[in-house]
């Protein structure tokens, strides 16, 4: 029989994130698969009780907690130190735990020191027979592999967006304090702060209903012989602007500002989707100048609803992935889309 | 105040990622469609760290720059040709698989092995790179294990900026959720960093630099040692591609403001 804990932490504000609700359903799902063993809730942060009591009547049969200064910030050492305890405390022989960059950066090394293994970019979960199988992918979201362990614990990462969230009841939940002393040695890095770009200026929004990629075609000379860069960045900006989507962008357009080139004043490697970059979950996906193969288009492999705007009607980037190919000319028609949602 | 590194870069390689990949199965464990015949690349993140490690050495003299890499050493040395033309280092050659489907607790130990074999190791100065998931198991799993093998516990992922300070602490810059960057510091070494692009463009080819590396590279090569590394606990079920293939409406000859109209309904709904 398995025994199954839920890892999870706080936010900023002490609530838990809506990742942790996805991996919350998730270990439900799990536990009723293999005929109902117990779930522990393993809950790190500097106050975690708003945490617990937010998923009080979600029916675990325990709430444990590492809590305290040293553990309000991601870090490493104390992170690892809290997760530790806590697997040791539930005995857990399958963790789960939503691939927030907090946990991802710090729970293979705590599969480590308990001598288990550990599976991230989980997107699916499994029981048959009692056994656990999870879903991921290899190759950068290019094959998809069901597998299975027998080393345990097995601690589970669940992608963000991969799960229904769970909805349940809130209430006071007990929790039992696990105790974690850090020694100065674990002190060594200190987290002074983020860096982020200003509301308007950000442009990534793991949240949006819609992300809009953009492709190397936004930079490239158009049908009078010229490039049109600063109109490019100024329709692009106002569509981001007007609907709040997430901007994701190709590799290409991403890598001409090393090459010297004109390019979009606002897009960063952390825009990159695909091979090299992220593959978002959002709801609707609309790609505008994006060309390519398989290899390109994985970074929309996990958006639901797909149009795109391009010029070649054989485009691999589209044909047989988008829900939807305009063959037009995407300055034209984005234009003319922040006319009319402008005016809604 | 500058400090002279030992800095090892953990790096391996994968197919070029505009090969069509298939899955098939092998003997023991998944493999890859004429995975012997696919021409490889430096793993694109480990390449990153490798040439933010190249920048660090250069701006702090005395430090030296060591690639260690599991790989089938026929295939490393196709891609040592051309990668040791971009920045110096000395290779630590393990001769393994480096498939996607092995299991990155065993890649780790071999790795963690071999940095530990490095003469002169001092963990003082030591800063072990490497990029912060592969192209082929995609896990972010090698490099904490490597680190906690090697006892390093001040560990960053998604690293994008290391700064050297003036009192020889180290400000690190790591990608976090939602297009945000943590900024930490660290009193100095031991530390680990896994990056992900980091700010440097790839270095031009040097002939002089691949000249100099290849003198430590073909010995380091031949001397390489065998990594038995697999998949041992693991048991796939299955590994396919996926299939899905959409029916893709086409519009054509439509008017950009009929065309406008659709996708502001369609974003709306």
């Not at chain 1, 010029?311 to 305009?326: E, F, I």
């Not at chain 2, 963990?123 to 680190?147: D, N, Y």
Request: with cysteine; proline share 5%; net charge neutral.
């Amino acid at each position: 029989m398995e025994n199954i804990l839920l890892l999870v932490h706080t936010e900023a504000d002490g609530s838990l994130a809506k990742s942790a609700l996805e991996s919350l359903q998730a270990a439900q799902s799990l536990a009723g698969g293999l005929g109902g063993p117990a779930l522990t809730i393993g809950i790190v942060g500097e106050k975690i009780q708003a945490a617990a009591n937010q998923i009080a009547g979600c029916g675990a049969a325990k709430f444990l907690g590492v809590e305290g200064a040293d553990f309000a910030q991601p870090r490493y050492a104390s992170d690892a130190a809290a997760a530790e305890a806590l697997c040791k405390a539930a005995e857990a022989t399958v963790v789960i735990a939503p691939a927030t960059s907090r946990w991802t950066r710090v729970l293979a090394g705590v599969a480590a020191r308990l001598n288990g293994r550990v599976e991230t970019h989980v997107t699916g979960l499994r029981a048959e027979d009692c056994a656990v199988s999870v879903t991921r992918w290899y190759y950068r979201q290019r094959m998809e592999a069901v597998l299975s362990r027998t080393q345990r614990p097995w601690v589970l990462l669940i992608d963000p967006g991969s799960q229904p969230a769970w909805e349940g009841a809130t209430g006071t939940a007990v929790v039992e304090t696990i105790a974690v002393t850090l020694p100065e040695s674990s002190k060594r890095t200190t987290v002074t702060g983020l860096r982020a770009p200003s509301a308007d200026a950000q442009t990534i929004r793991p949240d949006a209903d819609l992300l809009f990629v953009t492709g190397a075609g936004w930079t490239k000379k158009q049908a009078d012989g010229q490039t049109h860069v600063p109109e490019a960045e100024q329709i692009i900006f106002n569509f981001l602007k007007l609907t709040r989507a997430s901007l994701g962008s190709s590799k290409s357009l991403v890598d001409l500002g090393g090459e010297g080139q004109a390019v979009i004043s606002f897009l960063t490697h952390l825009n990159q989707i695909g091979q090299t970059g992220s593959t978002p979950r959002h709801p609707k996906g609309l790609s505008t100048c994006c060309h390519g193969e398989e290899p390109h288009a994985v970074g929309w492999r996990f958006i639901k609803e797909r149009r795109a705007i391009s010029l070649d009607a054989n485009c691999g980037w589209a044909r047989g992935k988008a829900d939807v190919l305009y063959i037009a000319d995407a300055f034209a028609v984005m234009a003319k889309v922040n006319e009319l949602v402008g005016a809604q | 105040m500058s400090t002279a590194y030992q800095i090892v870069v953990c790096g391996s390689i994968v197919p070029d990622p505009l090969q069509t990949l298939e899955p098939v199965s092998g003997p023991a464990d998944p493999a890859l469609k004429n995975e012997a015949m696919l021409p490889s690349v430096l793993d694109p993140w480990a390449g990153h760290a490798l040439f933010e490690a190249a920048n660090l050495a250069k701006n702090n003299p005395g430090s030296k720059v060591y690639l260690v890499s599991l790989a089938p050493k026929a295939k490393l040395q196709q891609v040592m040709m051309t990668l040791a033309q971009k920045v110096p280092f000395e290779l630590v050659a393990l001769d393994g698989s480096a498939s996607g489907f092995t299991d990155a607790f065993e890649t780790a130990g071999a790795l963690a092995d071999a940095i530990l074999g490095i003469p002169g190791l001092d963990k003082s100065k030591l800063l072990v790179f490497g990029g912060w998931e592969s192209a082929s198991r995609c896990a972010g799993v090698t490099m904490q294990v490597i680190g906690e093998k090697l006892g390093i516990v001040d560990q960053f992922q998604g690293v994008d900026e290391l700064k050297v300070n003036a009192d020889g602490s180290l400000e690190i810059l790591e990608r976090i959720d939602g297009g945000k960057h943590q900024i930490s510091t660290c009193s100095g070494a031991p530390a680990l960093l896994g990056w992900a692009t980091g700010n440097l463009p790839e270095p031009k080819n040097n002939p002089q630099v691949g000249m100099a590396n290849m003198r430590v590279v073909m010995p380091a090569l031949q001397k390489a040692k065998p990594a038995p590394v697999g998949a041992g606990g693991i048991a796939f079920a299955s590994v396919a591609l996926p299939k899905q293939l959409r029916e893709t409406r086409i519009v054509k000859d439509a008017a950009p403001e009929e065309i406008a109209r659709e996708i502001v309904e369609w974003i709306s709904k």
